[in-house]
């Protein structure tokens, strides 16, 4: 699973929490850091042949920064590596977000464990 | 794919034989404590080599979890700027089970990396002791990276890594004690390589600033030039290969040896208040004969 912070958002607590959570039900997580650009993320997932890439974005840039991610994978050809978006999310956005291909919002008060459960089936699912 | 399973690791090996044959790249093992800034250096030097026209690729292995089998690797992070450049390839490794520094996987990325032509790769281990010599059976050059003291003098003697080392890095060297610890590396150099070929270089480095980063690149070529010069690459992969055979064969023989164990093959023996030696012996001797029977040779 790769997990990101896209931007310019520098609050990693959360993220280190969950990836912690991840490797402790047995996933391997690549962090790939702070304030990373969608180019960065994407090039990372293709390069860890990545099952799920997560991204953390608590800026409120997710409708620039979430679609730029997926049309990156896209043109990388790994369009199929399911997205999965966390952070300050607002709920008018998530029609949106689902439209551009997200596969999944879950937003601060999800559960960890529900977290890496959803999480975890997600990245087991067969890539299309 | 080589990640999934040993026989299609072999079959891609196999295919890839004949290409490597005629392709040489320079590994380098970057081993070193946790915390004292390998992969900040690895960014910089991938940076440098990179001026240098080379290709590079970077595996970064942080140990797995024995218990979960999962694993927070973070390397990436510290350079993941670097992964929009065609020219790099960056990937990271658990350790998934494998007690020692190395996995199978690592091993077959360098080959295939090697297939595709990089200039340079470049692995990164956590080093613990034992994580560390291991490396150094895999790469052409070892570089060690160390920071100044915190107090443990000792530290830099740890057994076997010292004799590993070919090019030693004194990173945040403008942390105080720098200079002690310079000292110090300079007599454990002169002790350990006293009347050998190569002596190794010690760099003092900044990687967070990049400094030192240049001389520590013009080093790691010079040894590359150093083992080309002395026909010491061939030697050095014929014993890499040795190694990885004898890892691999180890593997197997573990997991046949716990099968036998916990199939009940030797029921009953394995009791409270067994020998562990005569158990272990009659293990053996019962995977030997298999062996024969195998290979058609069993003796009467």
Redesign the interface.
């Given at each position: 699973m790769v997990l990101a912070k896209l931007g310019l958002d520098g609050h990693d607590r959360g993220i280190k929490v969950i990836?912690?959570a991840?490797?402790?039900?047995?996933?391997?997580?690549?962090?790939?850091?702070?304030r990373?650009?969608p180019?960065?993320?994407a090039?990372?997932a293709l390069?860890?042949d990545a099952d799920v890439v997560a991204v953390s974005i608590l800026s409120g840039a997710h409708m620039t920064l979430v679609p730029a991610l997926i049309q990156c994978l896209r043109s990388l050809g790994v369009g199929d590596i399911p997205v999965v978006v966390g952070g300050i999310i607002p709920n008018e956005d998530s029609p949106a977000l689902k439209a551009a291909g997200v596969a999944d919002i879950m937003g601060p008060g999800t559960p960890l464990s529900q977290l890496v459960k959803r999480l975890t089936e997600i990245a087991k699912s067969e890539r299309r | 794919m080589c990640e999934s399973s040993e026989e299609l690791a072999s079959q891609i090996t196999q295919r890839l034989l004949p290409v490597l044959a005629s392709k040489r790249s320079h590994v380098v093992g970057v081993t070193g404590a946790p915390g004292v800034g390998k992969s900040t250096l690895i960014d910089k030097l991938v940076e440098e080599e990179r001026e240098r026209e080379r290709s590079v690729a970077v595996l970064a292995v942080d140990p797995?979890?024995f218990f979960?089998?999962?694993?927070?690797?973070?390397d990436?992070?510290?350079m993941?700027?670097q992964?929009?450049d065609p020219f790099v390839?960056?990937?990271?490794f658990?350790t998934?089970g494998d007690l020692g520094g190395l996995s199978r996987p690592v091993l077959d990325a360098i080959k295939i990396l090697r297939a595709f032509g990089k200039d340079m790769i470049i692995v990164e281990t956590t080093g613990v002791g034992q994580n560390e010599v291991e490396v150094a059976s895999f790469v052409h050059t070892t570089v060690v990276v160390t920071m100044p003291s915190l107090g443990d003098e000792l530290q830099l003697l740890e057994a076997g890594v010292p004799e590993i080392g070919d090019v030693f890095v004194l990173n945040k060297a403008d942390l105080s004690g720098a200079e002690v610890s310079h000292s110090e590396l300079r007599e454990m150099v002169r002790l350990n390589f006293e009347g050998k070929r190569w002596q190794p270089p010690i760099i003092e480095t900044i990687g967070t600033k990049g400094e030192g980063v240049v001389q520590l690149a013009d080093r790691i070529d010079d040894h590359f030039r150093f083992l080309l010069a002395s026909g010491l690459v061939a030697e050095k992969e014929r014993k890499a290969l040795r190694e990885e055979v004898y890892q691999l064969l180890k593997a197997s023989l573990v997991s046949l040896a716990k099968e036998k164990v916990y199939e009940g093959s030797v029921k009953g023996i394995v009791a409270d208040g067994g020998n562990p030696y005569v158990i272990a012996r009659l293990i053996l001797e019962s995977l030997s004969c298999g062996a024969q029977e195998v290979h058609g040779t069993q003796t009467k």
């Amino acid at each position: 699973m790769v997990l990101a912070k896209l931007g310019l958002d520098g609050h990693d607590r959360g993220i280190k929490v969950i990836a912690r959570a991840l490797s402790d039900s047995g996933m391997e997580v690549v962090y790939t850091g702070l304030r990373q650009t969608p180019e960065q993320v994407a090039n990372a997932a293709l390069q860890e042949d990545a099952d799920v890439v997560a991204v953390s974005i608590l800026s409120g840039a997710h409708m620039t920064l979430v679609p730029a991610l997926i049309q990156c994978l896209r043109s990388l050809g790994v369009g199929d590596i399911p997205v999965v978006v966390g952070g300050i999310i607002p709920n008018e956005d998530s029609p949106a977000l689902k439209a551009a291909g997200v596969a999944d919002i879950m937003g601060p008060g999800t559960p960890l464990s529900q977290l890496v459960k959803r999480l975890t089936e997600i990245a087991k699912s067969e890539r299309r | 794919m080589c990640e999934s399973s040993e026989e299609l690791a072999s079959q891609i090996t196999q295919r890839l034989l004949p290409v490597l044959a005629s392709k040489r790249s320079h590994v380098v093992g970057v081993t070193g404590a946790p915390g004292v800034g390998k992969s900040t250096l690895i960014d910089k030097l991938v940076e440098e080599e990179r001026e240098r026209e080379r290709s590079v690729a970077v595996l970064a292995v942080d140990p797995s979890s024995f218990f979960t089998g999962g694993a927070v690797l973070g390397d990436r992070s510290r350079m993941n700027r670097q992964s929009v450049d065609p020219f790099v390839y960056i990937r990271s490794f658990g350790t998934s089970g494998d007690l020692g520094g190395l996995s199978r996987p690592v091993l077959d990325a360098i080959k295939i990396l090697r297939a595709f032509g990089k200039d340079m790769i470049i692995v990164e281990t956590t080093g613990v002791g034992q994580n560390e010599v291991e490396v150094a059976s895999f790469v052409h050059t070892t570089v060690v990276v160390t920071m100044p003291s915190l107090g443990d003098e000792l530290q830099l003697l740890e057994a076997g890594v010292p004799e590993i080392g070919d090019v030693f890095v004194l990173n945040k060297a403008d942390l105080s004690g720098a200079e002690v610890s310079h000292s110090e590396l300079r007599e454990m150099v002169r002790l350990n390589f006293e009347g050998k070929r190569w002596q190794p270089p010690i760099i003092e480095t900044i990687g967070t600033k990049g400094e030192g980063v240049v001389q520590l690149a013009d080093r790691i070529d010079d040894h590359f030039r150093f083992l080309l010069a002395s026909g010491l690459v061939a030697e050095k992969e014929r014993k890499a290969l040795r190694e990885e055979v004898y890892q691999l064969l180890k593997a197997s023989l573990v997991s046949l040896a716990k099968e036998k164990v916990y199939e009940g093959s030797v029921k009953g023996i394995v009791a409270d208040g067994g020998n562990p030696y005569v158990i272990a012996r009659l293990i053996l001797e019962s995977l030997s004969c298999g062996a024969q029977e195998v290979h058609g040779t069993q003796t009467k």
